[in-house]
């Protein structure tokens, strides 16, 4: 008999806890209705997720067609040298092909050591209302041939955008893009923001 009871007692509590803990989740019981699920969606300027760029060179145009397939907000207008457009919370303005200036990286701790670098100027406006700056996490560079290039920024950490100081709101940081060249060709930014969801790439013709 006991037994009996303990077990009984062990179900009604159970049961209790169940519904106590279905009813939190949502705030049952008083009316209210579970809010929808927007599959993180999400609406950074107000219009849809829109996202917007311009200049020339077609870079004005279409916004989020959610191209990439995973809800992420894609610029699809084309984004070159002297292209301005909004990625997580920031202004970027790439400069013109003419501001672009070649360096050689000197690390003797680097495999790239002696190797070409042409590096870029950018002016980044914080739009958020915090301090806030470019994470070297969200963009990658790739060759001409598709394959991804190391980062060699961190031979130029007087310059380089991935080691800035955050920016404050709505100030502006003007720093430098630092690309490995392996050859004439088209060289591409990835920019990626992974949680945010937006996604840009910038494709930069290079002759030396």
């Not at 009984?8 to 106590?20: E, G, S, V």
């Not at 380089?160 to 088209?186: C, K, M, R, S, W």
Request: net charge negative; aromatic share 12%; proline share 4%.
């Amino acid at each position: 008999m006991f037994k009996k009871n303990l077990i009984l007692t062990a179900i009604i509590i159970t049961l209790l806890a169940l519904t106590l803990l279905g009813c939190e989740g949502c705030n049952c019981g008083n009316g209210d209705v579970p809010p929808p699920d927007y599959n993180g969606a999400i609406d950074i300027n107000g219009d849809n997720g829109e996202l917007y760029t311009n200049g020339e060179n077609g870079e004005n145009g279409t916004e989020n067609d959610n191209e990439n397939g995973n809800g992420a907000n894609v610029i699809s207008g084309e984004l070159t040298f002297g292209s301005t457009f909004e990625f997580d919370n920031l202004e970027i303005a790439i400069a013109q092909a003419e501001s672009v200036q070649w360096v050689t990286l000197y690390n003797t701790f680097s495999e790239h050591d002696t190797a070409p670098v042409f590096r870029i100027p950018v002016v980044i406006r914080n739009l958020s209302n915090q301090t806030h700056g470019l994470s070297p996490f969200f963009y990658n560079f790739f060759a001409p041939d598709g394959t991804e290039l190391n980062d060699v920024g961190y031979s130029f950490i007087d310059s380089d955008v991935g080691f800035a100081e955050t920016i404050n709101p709505n100030a502006v940081q003007i720093a430098h893009f630092h690309i490995l060249y392996v050859g004439d060709g088209e060289y591409v930014i990835e920019f990626d923001s992974i949680f945010g969801n937006d996604f840009a790439e910038v494709r930069l013709p290079i002759r030396r």
